[in-house]
């Protein structure tokens, strides 16, 4: 089985502590283009995907009564850790994710997958608690009406583009997308904000004012979080 590097088993330890809010902070503070998935939606509640971008694009299948043609048989070359992220140009009509795909992704041990389109057999993902977030849901199947088009190309989720190598991130809060380029100070940043953000509520679960502990412990500019004393 393919597995992606040790070093991303170090830094998904350290995302998986964190949530899609302290990211998002800490990507308005490198300024980084559009980074929100937007539309995609979690369809498994508490379910947390995050790893390197494994790409897929669909396109619609030419018409032919005569032929069969399966959506897509990709999954057994996708490495584990990584999070699918499929482009079927937000499609409501039918489906490029169901129970067939998500039991193998468990079985290859892959960290999510994220529909900029729509899925179904939603039960059976739930029940597995597999990470798994569209733009929409259907019962409607993908065969005949869509085949692969490429794997491991950038990708278009409704404005936002996800290329290979890129790291996906998604929560109860939606999904983002964080440039390979940045991946570790993106982490490092956001670790700062959710200290930031634990000192200021224990703050107040202390008896402060709210405003002043966040102008006590830097909400301004949470991703500059230094040690001070929590306890003043």
């Known amino acids: 089985m393919t597995t992606i590097p040790a070093v991303a088993d170090r830094l998904r330890e350290r995302l998986a502590r964190l949530d899609s809010a302290a990211l998002a902070d800490a990507l308005d503070s490198l300024h980084a283009p559009q980074f929100v998935l937007p539309g995609i939606r979690a369809r498994v509640p508490g379910a947390v995907a995050c790893g390197p971008a494994f790409t897929v694009r669909y396109r619609t299948a030419d018409p032919d009564p ?33 129970s067939l795909l998500t039991t193998m992704a468990g079985l290859r041990g892959l960290a999510g997958t994220v ?23 259907t019962m409607v199947s993908g065969k005949n009406r869509v085949v692969l088009d490429e794997t491991g190309v950038t990708v278009d989720i409704a404005g936002t583009e996800v290329a290979p190598g890129d790291w996906v991130f998604a929560d109860d809060n939606g999904a983002l997308r964080i440039p390979a380029a940045l991946v570790e100070e993106v982490v490092t940043r956001a670790e700062a904000v959710d200290r930031t953000e634990t000192r200021i509520r224990a703050a107040a679960e202390r008896g402060s004012r709210l405003d002043a502990a966040r102008a006590r412990f830097g909400y301004a500019r949470p991703w500059e979080a230094a040690d001070r004393d929590d306890h003043r």
Do not use: K, M, Q
Not at 90 to 98: A, L
Not at 124 to 137: I, K
């Open 115 to 137: 529909v900029h389109g729509s899925l179904r057999d939603v039960r059976e993902s739930r029940e597995l608690g597999y990470p798994l977030f569209s733009t929409d849901v």
């Open 66 to 98: 005569t032929a069969f043609r399966n959506a897509a048989d990709y999954i057994d070359d996708v490495p584990a850790g990584s999070v699918v992220v499929v482009d079927n140009h937000g499609s409501r009509t039918c489906t490029t994710w169901g």
